[in-house]
């Protein structure tokens, strides 16, 4: 997603409340927005704001483009 205001490229990760609900993570959930909120490192997707309707709770993030996969050894 662009922003046409400043021409900048966000991820929106979308979750739906019943998933959430179904999973009794409410409380944890609203705790991992607060944190991500909270940290500003370069090893962690910045959250940005968030927001929700009805059905769903979106996450505006940091876009990570073409990412990398740690491999780990045994």
């Known amino acids: ?41 370069p090893n962690i997707i910045q959250l940005f704001n968030h927001f929700e309707d009805d059905d769903y709770l979106f996450l505006l993030i940091e876009y990570a483009e073409g990412g990398r996969w740690l491999k780990i050894r045994n």
Do not use: F
Request: aromatic content about 4%.
């Open 1 to 41: 997603m662009k922003l046409k205001s400043n021409n900048e490229t966000y991820a929106l990760k979308v979750i739906q409340k019943t998933a959430i609900k179904q999973q009794n993570m409410i409380a944890q959930v609203k705790n991992e927005i607060d944190i991500m909120y909270q940290i500003t490192h």
